[in-house]
Nanobody, 124 residues
């Protein structure tokens, strides 16, 4: 049974960094693309970054480009989201999600299984 568990969220000051973790089980990262999404209160869920199953190509959203890196570790079956230069509008619940095959950057509806999320708050 596939499972995704996010961790690493917390409260950070503007300009700070966080590393989020998505622990995957019951699936293989070379067959499943993983996306990170976030949802702020009262807003729609939006894509942050995704990594493709086949070649590991990464697709950061324009709003985080240059500040966010998504990566994966096959041995640990883990996907990471390194976020730097955090801004207050980065606040939200961050989710990882999977889909078999190619990544669909920014398309939450294309992802099948979702973790429970981890809260990120950027505030002074």
């Amino acid at each position: 049974q596939e499972q995704l568990v996010e961790s690493g969220g917390g409260l950070v000051q503007p300009g700070g960094s966080l590393r989020l973790f998505c622990a995957a089980s019951g699936l293989q990262l070379d067959r499943y693309s993983i996306g990170w999404f976030r949802q702020a209160p009262g807003k729609e869920r939006e894509g942050v970054a995704c990594i493709s199953s086949s070649d590991g190509a990464t697709y950061p959203a324009d709003s985080v480009k240059g500040r966010v890196t998504i990566s994966r570790d096959y041995a640990k079956n883990m996907v990471y989201l390194q976020m730097n230069s955090l801004k207050p509008y980065d606040t939200g619940v961050y989710y990882c999600a999977d889909r078999e095959g190619l990544a669909f950057p920014g398309w939450p509806s294309r992802y099948n299984y979702w973790g429970q999320g981890t809260q990120v708050a950027v505030s002074s």
